[in-house]
């Protein structure tokens, strides 16, 4: 039975896998017939996942990571029409303690597509924002009523985008894509297979990248599609 039941979660995990692949393909594919192609890349764990293993991380198949520059914004919401016809839903729009959208965020099958806008920093920088729960995961939020949101500012080093190839697609990352995933992980990137799969991690809490940590004082991030406002 148990035998059973092991199968069944693991091809649970493939189904959604598959999923998850075909839709960031489908992503891929929509966007190239929008003006945002070209004005986008991979980041975060797709990057990782590609740096590491040339393929999606074994935990990682509900999210994807994307970055625009914030001077690029118009782009991204001309593209919004095009993304929804191909069914990606409008899920999270989170804004700054300045009440400035910062991040996009597209929900397919379950899964998150996430676009965060970067901001051009002297010298050389790019800046950019997230949210996470304090002293917990978002896996854990749901036992942690009442939990508090804390808004972090990252800074990254601001490079050239360069073609790559991924899922038997073209997508564009930054330049020196080790440089990219040393300033967001630090070494974990880089540690072994059974190392980097055993130690928990979550980005607001120990990214070397995180310059600025503040209780997030907005408290909705929902998105019912709208593309106005700040």
Same mark, same amino acid.
């Given at each position: 039975m148990?035998h059973?039941r092991?199968?069944r979660i693991?091809?649970?995990?493939s189904?959604?896998?598959?999923?998850?692949i075909?839709?960031?393909?489908?992503?891929n594919?929509?966007?190239a017939?929008?003006? =945002?192609d070209?004005? !986008?890349?991979?980041s975060g764990g797709l990057? +990782?996942?590609?740096? #590491?293993?040339?393929? *999606? =991380?074994d935990?990682? !198949?509900?999210?994807a990571d994307f970055?625009? +520059?914030?001077?690029? #914004?118009?782009?991204? *919401?001309?593209?919004i029409?095009?993304l929804k016809?191909?069914?990606f839903r409008?899920l999270?729009?989170?804004?700054?303690n300045?009440?400035?959208?910062?991040?996009?965020?597209l929900e397919k099958?379950?899964?998150r597509f996430?676009?965060?806008?970067?901001?051009?920093k002297a010298?050389?920088m790019?800046?950019?924002?997230?949210?996470f729960?304090m002293?917990?995961?978002?896996?854990?939020v749901?036992?942690k009523?009442?939990f508090?949101i804390?808004q972090?500012e990252?800074?990254?080093p601001?490079?050239?985008?360069?073609p790559?190839?991924?899922?038997?697609v073209?997508?564009?990352?930054a330049?020196?894509?080790?440089?990219?995933?040393d300033?967001?992980?630090g070494?974990r990137?880089?540690?072994?297979?059974?190392?980097f799969?055993?130690?928990p991690?979550i980005?607001?809490?120990?990214?070397?990248?995180?310059?600025?940590?503040e209780?997030w004082k907005?408290?909705?991030f929902?998105?019912d599609g709208?593309?106005d406002?700040?």
């Open positions: 148990p059973t092991i199968k693991r091809d649970t995990v189904r959604r896998r598959s999923r998850f075909n839709d960031l393909i489908l992503l594919h929509t966007i017939t929008t003006p =945002l070209q004005h !986008y890349w991979v990057l +990782l996942g590609w740096a #590491r293993e040339r393929k *999606l =991380l935990n990682d !198949y509900h999210d970055g625009i +520059l914030a001077s690029d #914004r118009s782009l991204f *919401l001309s593209a029409a095009s016809e191909a069914g409008p999270y729009r989170w804004r700054n300045s009440y400035r959208t910062t991040e996009w965020v099958n379950g899964a996430e676009f965060f806008e970067y901001e051009k010298p050389n790019l800046r950019n924002f997230g949210y729960p002293e917990c995961s978002w896996e854990e749901s036992a009523h009442p508090v804390e972090v990252l800074l990254l601001d490079q050239p985008r360069v790559f190839t991924f899922l038997e073209d997508w564009l990352k330049q020196d894509h080790e440089l990219e995933l300033s967001l992980y070494p990137w880089r540690a072994s297979r059974d190392e799969y055993s130690t991690w980005t607001g809490h120990h990214s070397p990248a995180v310059v600025v940590r209780p907005v408290t909705n929902d998105w709208s593309i406002g700040p």
